[in-house]
């Protein structure tokens, strides 16, 4: 009963997470073109590949640390595969793919709590993929067979795989200073993110 006493009016992992990557979410959905008028094909050839040189060297980082806790299935939630087959549908071949730039500057993941605060930004991704899957279906023609399928990289299990995880989060028991780590490592994402995607003039 102390420890439950103790723990009333301290934010969740999950709630920690949400309030603290707010602002820096929406900055970001702000400035991707997806809902551009002037988005047409040609930037979404160029956005791809931006995307890729961020996924392939974060996800790396985050899965060779060792640092991730137990209970989150790497093979299942892995994304750059999916990139790479999109990117391969858009034409990129596998010497081209290999020159393209990768983004070098990312957050540190030396810590599990800074681990599962970055894995919370990616896999919070794949919710808004939902929407941009659509817009991008209905506006460019592309869905999963031509250069979408990262757009719905979890397909029908979006929700569930979701769901799972923020159970995952729910179950880690970290202390107040693991949170804030976890925090300032999501933040730092979308920070990085938000930078690369800039760098490489895919963004509005």
Same mark, same amino acid.
Request: proline share 5%; with cysteine.
């Given at each position: 009963m102390h420890s439950q006493a103790h723990d009333v009016g301290v934010p969740s992992l999950l709630e920690a997470l949400? /309030?603290?990557t707010a602002l820096l979410h929406v900055a970001l959905e702000k400035r991707l073109p997806f809902f551009c008028?002037?988005?047409?094909? +040609?930037?979404y050839q160029?956005?791809?590949?931006?995307?890729?040189?961020f996924y392939a060297p974060m996800e790396a980082a985050l899965y060779d640390s060792g640092l991730i806790p @137990?209970?989150?299935?790497q093979t299942l939630r892995v994304k750059t595969p999916t990139l790479l087959g999109?990117?391969?549908?858009?034409?990129?071949? @596998?010497?081209?793919?290999?020159?393209?730039?990768?983004?070098? #500057?990312?957050? /540190?993941?030396?810590t599990p709590a800074a681990c599962l605060g970055a894995l919370y930004v990616? #896999? +919070?991704?794949?919710? +808004?993929g939902q929407v941009l899957r659509r @817009?991008?279906?209905q506006r460019?023609?592309? =869905?999963?067979? =031509? +250069?979408?399928?990262f757009l719905n990289v979890y397909g029908a299990e979006t929700g569930r795989r979701w769901k799972d995880f923020l159970d995952y989060l729910g179950s880690q028991p970290l202390d107040a200073c693991a949170k804030e780590r976890a925090v300032l490592a999501a933040r730092s994402t979308f920070s990085c993110f938000e930078q690369w995607l800039d760098s490489q003039e895919v963004l509005l």
């Amino acid at each position: 009963m102390h420890s439950q006493a103790h723990d009333v009016g301290v934010p969740s992992l999950l709630e920690a997470l949400r /309030t603290g990557t707010a602002l820096l979410h929406v900055a970001l959905e702000k400035r991707l073109p997806f809902f551009c008028e002037r988005l047409d094909a +040609g930037w979404y050839q160029r956005l791809l590949p931006a995307y890729y040189g961020f996924y392939a060297p974060m996800e790396a980082a985050l899965y060779d640390s060792g640092l991730i806790p @137990e209970g989150f299935d790497q093979t299942l939630r892995v994304k750059t595969p999916t990139l790479l087959g999109d990117l391969n549908a858009l034409g990129l071949d @596998e010497a081209a793919i290999t020159a393209l730039p990768r983004c070098a #500057e990312l957050p /540190t993941f030396d810590t599990p709590a800074a681990c599962l605060g970055a894995l919370y930004v990616l #896999e +919070g991704a794949t919710l +808004g993929g939902q929407v941009l899957r659509r @817009e991008m279906a209905q506006r460019l023609d592309i =869905n999963a067979d =031509n +250069g979408g399928a990262f757009l719905n990289v979890y397909g029908a299990e979006t929700g569930r795989r979701w769901k799972d995880f923020l159970d995952y989060l729910g179950s880690q028991p970290l202390d107040a200073c693991a949170k804030e780590r976890a925090v300032l490592a999501a933040r730092s994402t979308f920070s990085c993110f938000e930078q690369w995607l800039d760098s490489q003039e895919v963004l509005l």
